[in-house]
């Protein structure tokens, strides 16, 4: 399916209004016959993302043993959840992808992956002491709230 959608080549992000638009598009589809956009790339591992947490979630008891539960989903959800926040408090034109894997299909996929990691998650906090969990709250509290010092 995903192969597909890249050889059709449409764009399914931001409206191409403009003679413009459509002359810098055609320009990209000569530079990316394949990808269309380096935007496809972003879309891409959000689709791999996605099949990556949905083989952990459904294998039930024995994901438990999986090197990806631990606090590397939790890391998982944490950045799917930043993405997220980005889709939903930025302008379409602004963060959303294009390309063909771009638009709706991008943020589909990137909901799908938040709420895999999200189950996963609160799945992987419910085996951890309080003390553990605690830790990690602060530590994550901790990233949240320092200020970014910049050059």
């Known amino acids: 399916?995903?192969?597909?959608?890249?050889?059709?080549?449409?764009?399914?992000?931001?409206?191409?209004?403009?003679?413009?638009?459509?002359?810098?598009?055609?320009?990209?589809?000569?530079?990316?016959?394949?990808?269309?956009t380096a935007d496809s790339l972003l879309a891409l591992a959000a689709v791999l993302r996605a099949a990556?947490?949905?083989?952990?979630?459904f294998r039930g008891a024995e994901a438990d043993a999986s090197p990806l539960m631990g606090?590397?989903?939790v890391f998982f959800f944490l950045a799917a959840t930043a993405r997220m926040a980005l889709l939903a408090l930025s302008p379409k034109d602004v963060y959303h992808l294009d390309g063909p894997l771009g638009g709706e299909v991008y943020v589909v996929f990137e909901s799908i992956g938040w709420a895999l990691a999200a189950w996963l998650s609160l799945r992987?906090?419910?085996?951890?002491?309080?003390?553990?969990?605690?830790?990690?709250?602060?530590?994550?509290?901790?990233?949240?709230?320092t200020p970014a010092t910049g050059p």
């Open 1 to 36: 399916v995903i192969c597909a959608v890249l050889l059709r080549g449409d764009n399914n992000g931001a409206a191409l209004t403009s003679e413009e638009d459509h002359a810098m598009w055609k320009d990209i589809q000569s530079e990316w016959p394949v990808l269309t």
């Open 71 to 73: 606090s590397c989903v």
């Open 124 to 145: 992987m906090c419910r085996g951890l002491s309080r003390a553990r969990v605690a830790a990690l709250s602060a530590a994550v509290a901790a990233a949240l709230t």
């Open 52 to 57: 990556l947490l949905s083989s952990a979630a």
